[in-house]
Every structure is written in structure tokens, then in C-alpha cells.
């Protein structure tokens, strides 16, 4: 038991001398520089607003050139930044439809029905479904068996 106590308070020094010697230079544990600073609370609020505005502004420039068919490239690529920045939130499903049709106009028909899969299996009765469904004759069977 000595000897684990012992390797344990070696392992708690270390890791706070590392901590403050990485602090001090700046630099993470892999030499980059390090992360900034925990904002405080409120700040949290105010950039979701932010990136809440950002993603509407987003949506609304993806729903215009979405009118062009020959905007599907810009389309495509637009939506596939506004998922990475994004990620999964309300105006994912419309995003995810829109990235669907431009593949549809690009030719892509084969990326498109596999995306299709996965969109109607995530939003089977959502708004943009049918849509999907119709554009890359794709269509989710419901489960087999006794219901749970």
C-alpha cells in the first residue's frame, strides 16, 4: 500500500508541476499552444446566441442559392461547414435536406441515397422526408415484429 500512496502523490506532483511549467510556457501537453481560458458563465450565453444568429444567417443564404440548381457545389459545400460549425441542432434537419438535393443536382445520386438512409431513419415523419424520399427513392420500412 506504501508504494501505491507513494506512486499516486508522485503522480499528483508531477501532473501539477507539468501543469503550471505548460502554463507558464503556454503551451499544451503536445507542445501547441494551449487552450484559452474557461470564459465566465455569461459569456456562454451570449456566443449560442451568437452562433444561433450565425446559423440562421446560414440557413437563409443555404435556402437561396438552394433555389439555383447550378448553386448545388456552394450548396454542398456551405451545408457541409454549417454541420462541422454546428453540429446537431433544430435547423440540422432542413441543412442535412438541403445538402441531400444538391447532391441530387450534382449528380451524386449514389452519396445522396446513402445520406437518405440515414436522414429518413433520424427524421422519418419530418418535414423535409417526403421531399427526400421522392428525389432519391429512398424509403425507410418500418420495423418487422411484435411492437415494444
Not at 104 to 131: C, T
Request: hydrophobic share 40%; proline share 7%.
Amino acid at each position: 500500500m506504501p508504494l501505491l500512496r507513494s506512486s499516486l502523490l508522485s503522480s499528483a506532483f508531477l501532473t501539477r508541476v507539468a501543469g503550471i511549467g505548460l502554463a507558464i510556457a503556454g503551451q499544451g501537453a503536445w507542445g501547441c499552444a494551449s487552450s484559452p481560458k474557461p470564459a465566465p458563465a455569461t459569456a456562454g450565453k451570449v456566443s449560442s446566441d451568437v452562433n444561433a444568429r450565425d446559423e440562421v444567417a446560414v440557413m437563409e443564404t443555404l435556402r437561396r442559392e438552394a433555389k439555383d440548381k447550378a448553386s448545388a457545389a456552394v450548396v454542398l459545400s456551405q451545408a457541409q461547414e454549417a454541420e462541422q460549425r454546428f453540429g446537431d441542432t433544430p435547423a440540422a434537419e432542413e441543412r442535412r435536406a438541403l445538402a441531400i438535393d444538391a447532391l441530387i443536382d450534382l449528380g451524386k445520386v449514389g452519396e445522396a441515397r446513402s445520406r437518405a438512409y440515414d436522414f429518413l431513419n433520424r427524421y422519418p415523419n419530418g418535414p423535409h422526408s417526403a421531399r427526400v424520399a421522392g428525389r432519391t427513392g429512398v424509403h425507410v420500412t418500418p420495423p418487422m415484429g411484435p411492437s415494444k
